[in-house]
């Protein structure tokens, strides 16, 4: 069974602050999504990273794919309370056409 | 980017009864789509994976003769929830899936159906 640890749990910070999302595996993926999740919503997908090291920003927010293609990294800069929601790692391809979804981080960005 | 369209948002419905939750990809052909449950404050918890034109393949643990799902036409899955109950209560979200050559696979989510068993 394959299976992507998301670290923190839960992140509480200050607007202006940096925060960094972990997702850890033993297992090699073909590639790894991040989503955003809002209360009552669809996750809603960020990016999409495949090649080892490969590194993508978005705005205040980057993401890093690792060398051995088993672990990334989300990290926004200066954070802001729109940044607040369920953040979603899932990576593909090692188990056919099917995403496995690590556990999720809650960010919460006070004003 | 892609639209995938989930309906109803929202329903309520008596212990009992049963619950037909449609998931349409509105700008692409998915031949495969995904149904999720979530808790709250958790991750998806995948259900089964719908396959046009064949049978469902449904995740250790998961009732398929309780969670009917359906995928006649390569933009439309449905999932019936058959006499429901409280327990069923729950977030329920679907997927439809997009590979594309050298961008690797995506997931385009529908905005989710929140069920209240009474």
């Known amino acids: 069974t394959q299976l992507l640890e998301q670290s923190p749990q839960f992140l509480s910070i200050q607007e202006g602050e940096n925060l960094t999302v972990y997702c850890n595996s033993s297992?090699?993926?073909?590639?790894l999504q991040w989503y955003r999740q809002e209360p009552g919503e669809g996750p809603v997908l960020l990016v999409t990273?495949?090649?080892?090291?490969e590194v993508k920003k978005l705005k205040r927010l980057t993401f890093q794919f690792g060398d051995a293609r088993k672990d990334s990294s989300l990290h926004i800069t200066a954070a802001q309370p729109g940044d607040t929601g369920l953040y979603l790692c899932?990576?593909?391809?090692?188990?056919?056409?099917?995403?496995?979804f690590g556990g999720g981080t809650r960010v919460l960005v006070k004003p | 980017g892609a639209v995938v369209s989930q309906h109803p948002s929202w329903v309520i419905c008596k212990s009992g009864t049963s619950v037909k939750i449609e998931c349409r990809s509105l700008d692409f052909q998915a031949t495969t789509m995904f149904w999720y449950r979530q808790f709250p404050k958790q991750s998806l918890m995948l259900m089964a994976t719908?396959?046009?034109?064949?049978?469902?393949?449904?995740e250790q643990g998961v009732e398929k003769d309780k969670f009917l799902i359906n995928h006649a036409s390569l933009t439309l899955s449905t999932l019936t929830v058959t006499s429901a109950h409280p327990e069923d209560s729950s977030f329920y979200i679907c997927?439809?899936?997009?590979?594309?050559?050298?961008?690797?696979?995506?997931?385009?989510f529908g905005s989710g159906t929140q069920l209240s068993v009474l």
């Open positions: 899932a990576g593909g391809g090692a188990a056919g056409n099917k995403l496995t």
């Open positions: 997927s439809a899936y997009l590979r594309t050559a050298g961008k690797g696979e995506k997931l385009f």
């Open positions: 719908s396959n046009e034109g064949s049978k469902a393949t449904y």
């Open positions: 990273v495949v090649t080892g090291g």
């Open positions: 297992s090699v993926f073909s590639s």
